[in-house]
């Protein structure tokens, strides 16, 4: 079962709307999402408590520090939203079962420098140095009228990351989670199509994680020769119901 989690240290990054997008387009794609959230702000539930019940389900699932829960057997996808300024053992602990990790980051000094810092403890943990986890990143919140997306590109790909393109800033945004909604599940007009376009590169390179049929983008390896370890302390924060004995 993927497991996706969105991280970033830095508050108000874009964690939870990357959360609910990527859980709105899995359940577009006819899979059963569950969208946990060990944030505090309970951002995600309170969203998907406005949701309308036509539109693909997506389960909630509040995460409870600390304890390792059990998901409904019919679930197929879990995303998990996190709170700003997780590091070190909840951070351990989220990775410990995620199959990929996406990192929302702005386009400021403070968001780079606070994302390359969360980025290299992402690389320290061994779920991904072993490759087990994938890292992508990208961009929120880019204003292309004020800020040159070649900025972050450059910064990116000096840092060694997986960029997976930048999301425009759009009041779409907003007003749709206010509406328990995201883009893909608003009416394809000019407007969404042409923020949809942005989507592209990260979804591409969801899809193989997720298992999903289509066109597999290149991942990035972050295989290193070092040999992955498993720190037994770090018990999954995801785990599947074991299957009854005969
Ligand atoms: N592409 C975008 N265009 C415009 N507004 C956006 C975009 N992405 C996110 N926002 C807005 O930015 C704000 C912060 O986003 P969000 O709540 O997703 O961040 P977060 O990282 O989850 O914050 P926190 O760390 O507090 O949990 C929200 O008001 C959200 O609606
Ligand atoms: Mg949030």
């Known amino acids: 079962m993927p497991v996706i989690a969105i991280v970033n240290r ?9 959360a609910t997008h990527i859980a709105a387009w899995l359940a ?34 509040t995460v409870d520090r600390g304890h390792i829960l059990k998901k409904p057997p019919s679930i197929t996808h879990v995303i ?3 709170p700003g300024g997780i590091h070190g053992f909840e951070l351990a602990k989220v990775v410990m079962t995620a199959d990929a990790v996406v990192i ?19 690389l320290s943990l061994p779920r991904v140095s072993s490759g087990r ?10 204003d292309s009228r004020v800020q040159s997306t070649q900025t972050l590109r450059d910064w990116a790909g000096a840092q060694g990351m997986n960029f997976l393109g930048e999301l425009g800033d759009a009041p779409m945004y ?16 000019i407007h969404t199509t042409d923020l949809l376009k942005d989507w592209k590169p990260l979804l591409q390179w969801l899809r193989p994680i997720a298992r999903l049929p289509g066109r597999a983008a290149p991942v990035i390896s972050l295989v290193h ?3 992955a ?9 995801v785990s599947t119901p074991s299957p009854p004995s005969s």
């Open 10 to 18: 830095k508050g108000g990054s874009g964690k939870s709307t990357l």
């Open 28 to 61: 577009h794609q006819g899979a059963s999402v569950l969208l946990g959230d060990i944030d505090r702000q309970q951002s995600v539930l309170s969203w998907l408590k406005r949701r309308d019940p036509d539109l693909p389900a997506i389960t909630p699932w």
């Open 80 to 82: 998990l939203d996190t």
């Open 104 to 122: 929302p980051v702005c386009n400021s000094l403070f968001d780079r420098e606070s994302a390359c810092r969360g980025h290299a403890e992402l």
């Open 133 to 142: 986890c994938a890292l992508g990143v990208v961009g929120m919140r880019i």
């Open 174 to 189: 907003v007003s749709g989670l206010e509406n328990g909604r995201t883009l893909f599940d608003l009416p394809k007009d």
């Open 225 to 227: 020769s070092r040999r």
């Open 229 to 237: 370890t498993t720190n037994s302390a770090f018990g999954p924060l």
